[in-house]
Structures are given as C-alpha cells and as structure tokens.
C-alpha cells in the first residue's frame, strides 16, 4: 500500500475551478500510473483521469474531457487535477490513486485497477 496525501477539495458554484493535489511522499520508487476516481453518493465510483510518468500520456472520462486536465511531478510523486467549468453533477468524493504493479500502460484505469488510494477529498459544485 502507498500512502497517498490529497488536497484542494471543496465547495465552488458552478462554472467555478477547483486543483486537486495527491502526493506519496513516502513511496521512492517511480510511480508508473497515477489518477484519479470519483463516487458520488449512491452511485458507482467512476475513473475520471489518469497519467502515465512514462511518456507523460493523458486519458479522460468523456463526462470530463475538455474541462479537466491531470499533470503531474515525477520528481515528487505528485498529481494535480485542474478541474474547470465544473458542474453540479462533478460534485463527488475524489479519490488519487495510483497503480505500482507495473501492469498499466495505456488507457483510462477503472477504479479496481489501482493498487492504492487515498483518503478521498470532497468535492461540491452548486447550481
């Protein structure tokens, strides 16, 4: 298990910003896939993006491309998650995780596929 530290969570009208920040501080190794999930209450939690340290290669949701965008430090284990224009439906805990298998290379990770996560941040968009 990585530990994983995340921030930036928080409540924002809609058509606001939020930057979501996950960092694991403890882990030495190089992360090969980091991202992020997100459930809202009552529903299935959902991959909403993830980034491979490789090649520095992006995927989306559909629901948020184009008003998210994930980066990231290698150097320091860390993923950011600029999320713009948010809407009231974005509004969800938000989970980093991170998959140190080795077994992701490409494509949008679903949320069993990582192999660590955090806590989860709070995110809460109104209309």
């Known amino acids: 298990q990585v530990k994983l530290v995340e921030s930036g969570g928080g409540s924002v009208q809609a058509g606001g910003s939020l930057r979501l920040s996950c960092a694991a501080p403890?882990?030495?190794?190089?992360?090969?896939?980091m991202g992020w999930f997100r459930q809202a209450q009552g529903k299935e939690r959902e991959s909403v993006a993830a980034i491979y340290s490789g090649d520095g290669s992006a995927y989306y949701a559909a629901s948020v491309k184009g008003r998210f965008t994930i980066s990231q430090d290698n150097a320091k284990n860390t993923v950011y998650l600029q999320m713009n224009n948010l809407k009231p439906e974005d509004s969800a805990m938000y989970y980093c995780?991170?998959?140190?298998?080795?077994?992701?290379?490409?494509?949008?990770?679903?949320?069993?596929?990582?192999?660590?996560w955090g806590q989860g941040t709070q995110v809460t968009v109104s209309s």
């Open positions: 995780a991170v998959e140190t298998a080795g077994l992701l290379w490409v494509g949008l990770p679903a949320p069993n596929e990582y192999t660590s």
């Open positions: 403890e882990y030495t190794k190089s992360v090969n896939c």
